[in-house]
Nanobody
Framework: QVQLVESGGGLVQAGGSLRLSCRAS????????IGWLRQAPGKERETVAA????????YVSDSVKGRFTISKDNAQNTVYLQMYSLKPEATAVYYC????????????WGQGTQVTVSS
């Protein structure tokens, strides 16, 4: 079982940067994919980025590619979402989530962290 705790959200002006952190607790994360998803009011939930814990595989949505990066620190059991050149449309609640490798759906969710980008 995985537990996830996000941090790092806040208010930032357009063009600014933020780094979100997701600290994972589990006996082992080797069989998991850790993702960042966001939910904006009135919009569908979107998978922004994801990383396979035990390998180099990463995914970044085309909508943020070139501005967002995902990385992990195995020693700290932490996944980061670095966001640059933020736009107002990035305003959303960002969730860290985990799923077993090969699974379609994320099964474990963090509490979410609000990111607000002002114009």
């Amino acid at each position: 079982q995985v537990q996830l705790v996000e941090s790092g959200g806040g208010l930032v002006q357009a063009g600014g940067s933020l780094r979100l952190s997701c600290r994972a607790s589990a006996r082992t994360l080797d069989y998991y994919v850790i993702g960042w998803l966001r939910q904006a009011p009135g919009k569908e939930r979107e998978t922004v980025a994801a990383v396979t814990w035990s390998g180099p595989s990463t995914y970044v949505s085309d909508s943020v590619k070139g501005r967002f990066t995902i990385s992990k620190d195995n020693a700290q059991n932490t996944v980061y979402l670095q966001m640059y050149s933020l736009k107002p449309e990035a305003t959303a609640v960002y969730y860290c989530a985990a799923k077993a490798r090969g699974s379609t759906d994320y099964s474990t969710w963090g509490q979410g962290t609000q990111v607000t980008v002002s114009s």
